[in-house]
């Protein structure tokens, strides 16, 4: 519902919905399907039938304090693939972010 919170005041009288695309970074704990089901349930309930949602998953980045290697998991049980540590700071993977919108223009 925030996410429609966050759009639809952007939405003119005239104009239609079409999509949304979100980036939900593997860190985020954000489930794909169940953000899909519920956008979608939330978006009709608000009279926008068929609003598309594009869910980006960039990797996690993470950097290894033992030997100081930047690297993308896609899994957050990965080791370092330089030295095997698994002490690490998170550099990104955990955002959430509305990226794009798109509204039809009415006549």
């Known amino acids: ?22 980036t939900a970074g593997i860190l985020s704990c954000i489930c794909s399907d169940s953000l899909d089901f519920c956008f979608t349930e939330m978006a009709s ?3 926008y039938e068929g ?19 930047d690297y993308s998991v896609d899994h957050v049980e990965t080791s370092c693939p330089a030295c095997h540590s698994f002490e690490r ?15 039809e223009q009415g006549d």
Do not use: W
């Open 1 to 22: 519902m925030e996410i429609l919170d966050l759009v639809l005041p952007k939405v003119p009288e005239d104009g239609r919905l079409c999509s949304v695309e979100v």
């Open 45 to 47: 309930r608000e009279g």
């Open 51 to 69: 609003v598309r949602l594009k869910i980006n998953r960039p990797p996690a980045r993470f950097r290894c304090h033992a030997c100081q290697t």
């Open 89 to 103: 700071t998170v550099l990104s993977g955990a955002e959430f972010t509305v990226d794009f919108v798109e509204i």
